[in-house]
């Protein structure tokens, strides 16, 4: 089992940065890959980000490519989601997930273990 813990979203303006946590806990070792997904009221769950845990290969939507940076911190259990520029359209609850085994990191069935979310409100 891996047990996720997100943190850091909140009300931000437009442009202002925000970076968001994913604590891992439990059998990480296991870990394939980290990734971010987020869903908007009214909405379908989508894909953000994600990061392979041992070698560190990011792939990125291409609605958050060049503003959005995954990174992990491997000591700390630790997955990071820093929001450069973000959108009033990057509104969404937040949420990351853990995949066991290799897999198309951009699908959430990939993905075994979620995480509660975490709220991110951008305003105009």
């Known amino acids: 089992q891996v047990q996720l813990v997100e943190s850091g979203g909140g009300l931000v303006e437009a442009g202002g940065p925000l970076r968001l946590s994913c604590a891992a806990s439990?059998?990480?070792?296991?870990?394939?890959?980290m990734g971010w997904f987020r869903q908007a009221p009214g909405k379908e769950r989508e894909f953000v980000a994600a990061?392979?845990?041992?070698?560190?290969?990011?792939v990125y939507a291409d609605c958050v490519k060049g503003r959005f940076t995954v990174s992990r911190d491997n000591a700390k259990n630790t997955v990071y989601l820093q929001m450069n520029s973000p959108k009033p359209e990057d509104t969404a609850a937040y949420y990351c997930?853990?995949?066991?085994?290799?897999?198309?990191?951009?699908?959430?069935?990939?993905?075994?273990?979620w995480g509660q979310g975490t709220q991110v409100t951008v305003s105009s």
């Open positions: 997930a853990a995949a066991r085994a290799p897999g198309v990191v951009s699908n959430q069935n990939t993905y075994v273990y």
């Open positions: 439990g059998r990480t070792f296991s870990t394939y890959a």
């Open positions: 990061i392979t845990w041992s070698r560190g290969v990011t």
